[in-house]
Structure formats: C-alpha cells, structure tokens
C-alpha cells in the first residue's frame, strides 16, 4: 500500500507494518510517524544496513526491528516469526500421551523448517522430514492413530492439521495392507511434503470460507506442479514421494488434474494417498465446516464412482469400521 494511502486509524494496534526505507523522502517519512508511533514494536524496516541515511530513517521512525535488503529472505521469515510467535507450535490438549506430544512438536518443526526453505529457497530438510516418518510410524504403533489424530486436530494451522492427519492415515493404512517397513516410512514422507506447493497460494485463498472464483481455483490447482517444482530440486527426495505429490489429485477415470492421468498411469502409492488425503479433507474440522462423520465421509468417497481405486477404498473402509479410524476424538476449534 502506498504510504500516503495508508490510514493510521483504519489499523489496529495488531496491524504488523514493513517499511522498505529505499528513496523514502522526507515528506513519506513525515506521513509514517504517526502509525510507528502507535506500533513500533510491531514494524520492520527494509533497509541497505550499509546506507547511514536508510537506518538513521528507520531510528528517527522508532522503527529497530531491521532487515537487511541484501540479505536472505529467510532472515525476514525469522523475524516475522519472533514478532508474530511461532506459528507452527501447537497448543496442544492436556493428556495426551508423552511419544505423541514430543513426535507433535518434532514434526510440526520439521514442516515450519521444510515451509521456510521451500520459501526462501534454502536445503530442503530431507533428512529430518525423514526422520519424522519414522517418529510417526513408532509414535502410531505405541499409541494408536486415536491419539495421533486427536493431536494433530489441535494445531490452530489448518495446515499443519491436515498434513500431519494425511501423514498419519497413510502410515496407518500402508501398514494395514502389509507393505514394508521402509515402504510404509515413504508413504510418511509423501503424506508430509503433499501439499508443499501450496506455500506459494495466499492464505486467504487457501481458507476462504466460500467458493472459490475460477482464477483462484485455479492457482490452488497448481499447487501439485509447484510441489514437484520444489521437491525437485533436492536429489535425495526419492522419486516417489515427489510423484505423490504431483499426482495426489489425479483420478482413475482421468478427470484429476495437473496431467489427467488415468488407470494403471497412477501407481499404487498415488492412488493411496488419494484416498486418505480426500477422507483427512472430509473429517477434519475447519473454520468454516465441520467435520464429516467417518461413514459419512466413506459414503462421499464410494459416490465419487470410477475416480478412486476401488479395491483400496474398499480395503480402507472395513479398515475404518473395525479400528479406532471411526472413533476420532476431535477437539479443533
């Protein structure tokens, strides 16, 4: 927003202002005083740390809290995070048990640090991401996906909930169906790095209570490319995973999207991911819904006809029914 269109009285005390102090004339200097005043510890400035004018503006501002422009992006990332809190902390409920609370708080780190790098173009961190995997797959065989879910439908990041919840049940699922160790570990990694594409698409969009327009459901529609994109740049991410993500929205009958695959194009990986992403989205309780009973939510799934694999759906319900899939105790608000 242009400073001299910017009114002091229309923002609250809450309001966070970034001030980039490059040619900022005496006159716009002027103008800003009054919404420093009222929020300086909540403004940063976007300064050359080199240029004396730039940072004596800024102090003259009340304004310390500074970025250097020719530094990493990921810096202003840390400082957004030190002003605003951590966003990817849970709060989570008392008395859950200890394995899942510690494997909570490890893995919503690993997705902070991995959403930072994908943003500001840092190392993926594949080996922690891994390492998280592992964490759910023992956290999930000591004490049940009840409480995993429970937890994770805690995180106030809608994000991190949905993530964490697709990583649980494809764990859990994997398992069911008899793959390895190491296959289910990869089914844990691709339910966590998923949705990565989508730190590119404004949160706004993301969590907008209404329909979508069609160029906003178009931009999250790209949301797998821009996964593969990121994912893609670290040869250690195993191929797998990166195709998981890429082709999570694709469809048996060829009507998903981003490449409208069809058939045996989508492997078997793909098409299980599919299916606990969809049931993860319909279970989960949002801002602006609530969340879909398990059999109701299995009923959607079987009404979707020729796009879900039939035999792993199948295979998924009688899951659900018998264990503790249908018995979620949700507590997000």
């Known amino acids: 927003m242009p400073i001299s269109k910017f009114d002091p009285e229309a923002h609250d005390e809450n309001t966070l202002l970034l001030i980039d102090f490059y040619n900022l004339s005496p006159k716009q200097l002027h103008a800003m005083k009054p ?20 940072v004596l503006q800024a102090r003259e501002l009340g304004v310390f809290h500074l970025i250097d422009r020719e530094d990493r992006f990921s810096n202003l990332l840390l400082k957004l995070r030190e002003l605003l809190g951590d966003y990817s902390r849970p709060n989570l409920p008392a008395g859950l048990p200890e394995k899942t609370v510690r494997t909570v708080k490890s893995t919503s780190a690993a997705l902070s640090h991995l959403s930072m790098a994908a943003l500001s173009g840092a190392p993926l961190p594949v080996k922690k991401l891994a390492g998280s995997a592992k964490d759910m797959a023992a956290t999930l065989d000591a004490e049940g996906l009840d409480s995993w879910l429970t937890a994770v439908q805690s995180h106030h990041s809608h994000t991190y909930c949905h993530t964490m919840m697709v990583a649980g049940h494809a764990l859990t699922f994997a398992k069911a169906l008899g793959m390895s160790q190491q296959e289910q570990y990869l089914m844990g990694l691709g339910g966590l790095v998923h949705d990565l594409g989508k730190v590119k698409i404004p949160l706004s ?3 907008k209570p209404g329909k979508l327009t069609a160029k906003e459901r178009e931009l999250v529609n790209k949301h797998p490319i821009y996964s593969k994109e990121i994912l893609e740049s670290r040869s250690e ?9 890429l082709w999570h929205h694709e469809f048996i009958d060829g009507s998903g999207y981003p490449d409208g695959l069809s058939g045996d194009e989508i492997s078997e990986r793909v098409r299980l991911l599919t299916i606990v992403d969809i049931y993860s989205a319909l279970t989960e309780k949002r801002s ?43 507590r997000a608000v």
């Open 35 to 54: 919404c420093t005043k009222k929020r300086n510890d909540a403004s940063i400035g976007l300064v050359t740390i080199r240029s004396r004018q730039q």
């Open 205 to 207: 969009i993301l969590d």
């Open 237 to 245: 991410m195993p191929k797998p995973v990166v195709d998981m993500a």
């Open 288 to 330: 602006y819904k609530d969340a879909v009973p398990p059999q109701r939510a299995l009923a959607i799934m079987a009404e979707m006809g020729g796009k879900l694999d039939a035999g792993l759906l199948r295979k998924f319900s009688k899951l659900i029914s018998r264990s503790d899939f249908g018995r979620i105790r949700r």
